[in-house]
């Protein structure tokens, strides 16, 4: 076995099993189900250990538009430029033709960058996923907002050879809201071509808030209901972050509920900490997420009406799955908002809680798109960066994995993770290795 510890490697799908990562876990130490089928609990109460489950790469045989943010407002937003090294994490996911089998087909690529008006561009031609680190950190700066033409630009590479049914996704990673409104139509227009074609499109939108701002009672979404609910109708995800560091999440989002509609079915089943997740109003008048609380773990949940104003109301409720009892209820008051708050059983021999989160509206033939948000004490320590958890040997699924192997930093803010689980793959704590630019990787050779 040989250790490395690397900004971002490419090797083999079948060799590389991914032992430590920042700010998610991959529950590499052996995860247990949860109470719930999909859901992974965490190992033990440590802040420091892995945490929930594997995420399958998917059958392969995919299309994915990469559509990345290159407007100036991204030098104060994301300095760091984090959404790029997600781009190149979401890439590493993807099965490259060196990693193709006979059930599993290469999948293929494509990175657009957008700006103001006519400035979208092809940065990676739909093509290898491994080939296209390159041109993700080619990417800068330089102009306004529209998003639309970062969609258009990337269905048309999609297209080109006329196929897209299913198999194919877009994921926006962006701070921005179109400049000037009145492009707004443009990228509604855009997404839904993107859904009539059977493309899902997923919108990961970074919305940085002033400093010192109190996030106890929720994000208010900026972004366009319109664009909110077009993204939703393709089936994908819209996630709003406050902090370019959450782009990790959001990608841990994607990746379970599917970044094609062939990949898990559309939806928003599960919640993840430092995400403000956006969902329309089931035709049953009930929607639910579902999340495992650590011991000890203090959360505030908020739901918040979208559109349609305080004329939408709605009731959220928080349910022990475990016990089937109730532990908090809400209703949205004249702003539009309830607030659920809750602290885990401080008992580190506990198993941890598996928790629900319903709501429905008053109404049981109301339509309308709400938020619901979720910030967690849980948050990433540096002494995770000196943790000396390891592997187990063998999977929940029977896959041998290394034994020992290089520490493994994880924090706890990936919980959840309803999805695709095919093939018991490692891939998510390979996205977060890459997010975070450092990783320490063990590959079987």
Same mark, same amino acid.
């Given at each position: 076995m040989v250790s490395l510890t690397c900004s971002f490697i490419r090797a083999s799908f079948v060799s590389k099993v991914v032992v430590a990562g920042v700010l998610l876990g991959s529950g590499l130490a052996g995860a247990k189900p949860s109470l719930r089928p999909g859901l992974y609990r965490r190992e033990n109460p440590s802040t420091c250990d892995p945490i929930l489950g594997r995420i399958g790469s998917g059958s392969g045989g995919r299309k994915i538009g990469i559509v990345i943010d290159a407007s100036y407002s991204m030098t104060d937003?994301?300095? $760091? +430029? =984090?959404? @790029?090294?997600?781009?190149?994490?979401?890439?590493?996911? @993807? =099965?490259?033709?060196? +990693?193709?089998?006979? $059930?599993?087909? *290469?999948?293929?690529?494509? /990175? =657009?960058d957008f700006a103001n008006e006519d400035s979208a561009r092809v940065r990676y031609e739909l093509g290898d996923p491994a080939g296209a680190t390159a041109a993700i950190e080619r990417i800068f700066p330089r102009g306004g907002t529209f998003i639309g033409g970062g969609v258009q630009v990337a269905i048309d590479e999609l297209a080109k050879d006329g196929?897209?049914?299913?198999?194919?996704? %877009? /994921? %926006?990673?962006?701070?921005? +809201?179109?400049?000037p409104p009145e492009l707004v139509p443009e990228t509604v227009a855009e997404i839904e071509r993107a859904g009539q074609l059977g493309i899902r499109v997923s919108f990961?939108?970074?919305?940085v808030l002033p400093e010192g701002t109190d996030v106890s009672s929720g994000l208010v979404v900026n972004q366009d209901p319109g664009i909110q609910n077009a993204v939703l109708q393709t089936g994908g995800s819209m996630a709003t972050i406050n902090t370019a560091s959450n782009f990790a999440a959001f990608l841990a989002q994607i990746l379970s509920t599917g970044l094609t509609s062939d990949d898990a079915s559309s939806g928003q089943g599960s919640l993840f900490s430092g995400l403000t997740t956006t969902a329309q109003l089931s035709e049953t008048g009930s929607n639910s997420f579902e999340y495992d609380a650590r011991a000890g773990e203090s959360l505030n949940v908020t739901v918040r009406t979208v559109e349609n104003g305080t004329s939408l109301v709605l009731k959220a409720t928080l349910r022990d799955l475990g016990s089937d009892t109730d532990i908090a209820t809400a209703e949205t008051d004249d702003t #539009?908002?309830? =607030?659920? &708050?809750? !602290?885990? &059983? *401080?008992?580190?021999? &506990?198993? $941890?809680?598996?928790? +629900?989160?319903? /709501? !429905?509206?008053?109404?049981?033939?109301?339509?309308?798109?709400?938020? /619901? #948000?979720l910030e967690s004490s849980e948050v990433l320590d540096s002494e995770c960066l000196n943790s000396t958890a390891t592997a187990d040997a063998t999977a929940t699924n029977g896959t041998a994995k290394p034994t020992g192997g290089p520490a493994s930093p994880f924090p706890t803010l990936f919980t959840g993770g309803a999805g695709s689980f095919q093939d018991g793959a490692y891939q998510l704590a390979a996205v977060v290795s890459f997010v975070f630019g450092t990783m320490a990787v063990a590959m079987i050779m």
């Open positions: 937003n994301d300095p $760091d +430029e =984090v959404r @790029l090294d997600a781009a190149k994490g979401l890439a590493n996911t @993807l =099965v490259s033709p060196g +990693e193709a089998t006979d $059930d599993k087909p *290469a999948d293929l690529l494509t /990175v =657009v196929t897209t049914g299913n198999r194919t996704g %877009i /994921v %926006i990673l962006s701070d921005g +809201e179109d400049d990961g939108f970074l919305q #539009g908002l309830a =607030v659920l &708050s809750y !602290t885990a &059983s *401080a008992d580190t021999a &506990s198993a $941890d809680t598996a928790l +629900e989160v319903a /709501v !429905t509206a008053a109404d049981p033939n109301a339509k309308g798109l709400f938020s /619901v #948000g």
